[in-house]
Every structure is written in structure tokens, then in C-alpha cells.
């Protein structure tokens, strides 16, 4: 027979929220150590330390990760809006008004309206093979594809009887 049963503890093992010993002696002395290393910083930072100054600013001015971006952009809803605006973002990022990180975090967003107008292109284009083939004798290109000449028409010149085949 085990020693112990599945499901039934030997005991009611360390209560909720009850904390190490060892770690709550280090989270006391880590407090009182605490208030005396930021007064030393702050007073370095005050005399003109520019490391101390850093750290105060680090600790007190929340590092900014992004921010709106205010930009004039042309219509990006087709393929030619979007070169344009392309343009638009290199120009911006070259006279000083956008960073390049945020010019490429824009141009990362232009870039997804691109592929969105290719897929929905591609999806415009299926449905239009799929109508031709589930047409009757209709040419399941022809909806897509400009007409080309055929022999005879006008548009072609006569069979040259040298570079005829036989």
C-alpha cells in the first residue's frame, strides 16, 4: 500500500499568502536600503552627475514607445494612392518631421493596405475565372484579359509567304 493516497494530502502544507522567511528579511532590509540609495541619487543627480540624472529620469519619465502620428497622406484605397504615400512618408522622415523608426512604423501600416488591395485584387480576379467556367462557351479569360487579334483581322498583317508554315 503507498504511504500516501492520491488526492489526500499527509498534511495541510503552508497556508495561503504565507511568505519565505528568508525572502521577507531580504524585503525589509531592501526597504530601508531603498529610501537611502534614491536620496544619494536624487542628490548626485542635483550636483550635475549626469549618470544620476539619468537613472531619476529612467525611474520618473515613463520611456515613450510610440506616439500619434500627424501626417498628411494621399488616398492609399489603390496601388497608386499608396506609391504616393510611400513617397509622402520618405519625404516627411527626409525634411525632419518623422523618425525613421516611426516613418518605418507607418510604412509597415502602408504596407499592409498593399497587400490587402492585392489580396482583394486576386479575389476579384478568381471570382471572374470561376463566372467564365460556370458560364455557357464563355472565355473564362476574357474577363480578365485584354482581346487579342486573331488571324484575318485587320489588325495583323498578312502571312508573309517566306515565314509561312506549311
Known sequence: MPRYQKGKPPGPGRPRGCRNKALALF????LDGTEKVIRVVKERA???DMRAASIVLARTWPHRSGRPVALDLPDAATAGGLVQAQAAVIAAMARGELTPEEAAAVATVLEAQRRAIETHDHDRRLQALEEGRSGEGADPLAAILPPVAEPGDAA???PDAATARP
Open 46 to 48: 542635483q550636483q550635475g
Open 156 to 158: 495583323l498583317p498578312p
Open 27 to 30: 524585503d525589509a532590509l531592501g
